[in-house]
């Protein structure tokens, strides 16, 4: 019985995630049709003038020649629709809208763990899907930057949550992947950098209530510093 329920809950979530995913994209296939942005092409051509190699160099050392290597992961999302598809504009926009679509059952999943409440998880995403306020990130096609790097962002956000909320402390590897994660938000863009923040509010948040300055030592110890 307890499986049952278990199963059904699963399925109703599931349900939720399909309908926001519909609804989202009723709204944003439009701009499937739409143009490359003024701005798309200078960014074509300067990761084609770098190279390949001086790219991938700049997506590692990310706090380095942050004027000249601009958003570096970026490379990785034009420099491949270029090779396959030269400068027609409509693959751009699916891989844009693909993307923050993909990120729907990521942001529900994380939404309903931080509030335990299913309604709360579909209203939250369901203002994001279409916001009069975020259109730009589905018909223009350089907010591409914002796109990816909020997929990577809340990724790994919703990585940490995913152990934490079982109370399990990030160990080396599991570590390893969250910094990965978070990198690449920061090769997309920099308001990635606001991450740590958010990681320790949650700390934060979570934490129970201490009872002296050693509850509060310890919990910093084994919580707030590994954040």
């Keep these: 019985q307890r499986s049952q329920s278990f199963h059904q809950r699963s399925a109703i979530d599931v349900l939720c995630v399909f309908v926001l995913v519909l609804y989202f994209l009723y709204f944003a296939l439009p701009a499937v049709g739409g143009h490359l942005a003024d701005d798309e092409i200078?960014?074509?051509?300067?990761?084609?003038?770098?190279?390949?190699l001086k790219w991938v160099w700049a997506n590692?050392?990310?706090?380095r020649e942050t004027v000249t290597f601009f958003r570096p992961g970026g490379v990785f999302y034009y420099a491949p629709l270029y090779h396959c598809f030269g400068l027609n504009p409509r693959p751009y926009h699916i891989a844009q809208i693909s993307i923050f679509a993909a990120?729907?059952?990521?942001?529900?999943?994380?939404t309903r763990s931080l509030s335990s409440s299913r309604s709360v998880a579909f209203l939250a995403v369901l203002a994001l899907c279409y916001h009069v306020?975020?259109?730009?990130?589905?018909?223009?096609g350089s907010f591409s930057y914002d796109v990816l790097c909020g997929f990577f962002y809340f990724g790994a956000f919703t990585y940490y949550v995913y152990f934490r909320e079982r109370d399990v402390q990030l160990r080396p590897l599991p570590l390893v992947g969250f910094l990965a994660l978070?990198?690449?938000?920061?090769?997309?863009?920099?308001?990635?950098?606001?991450l740590p923040v958010?990681?320790?509010?949650?700390?934060?948040?979570?934490?129970?209530?201490?009872g002296d300055w050693k509850e509060f030592i310890r919990w910093g110890y084994s919580s707030m510093i590994p954040a």
Excluded: H, N, Q
Excluded at 42 to 52: K, Q, T, V
Excluded at 186 to 193: I, T
Excluded at 198 to 210: A, C, D, H, N, T
């Design 42 to 52: 200078p960014e074509l051509y300067r990761y084609w003038y770098f190279g390949s």
């Design 133 to 140: 306020k975020l259109i730009s990130l589905v018909f223009r």
């Design 182 to 194: 978070y990198i690449c938000a920061l090769d997309f863009k920099e308001m990635a950098v606001t």
């Design 60 to 63: 590692i050392c990310f706090w």
């Design 198 to 210: 958010v990681v320790l509010i949650y700390e934060v948040l979570k934490s129970p209530r201490w």
């Design 103 to 110: 990120s729907i059952p990521m942001l529900y999943y994380l």
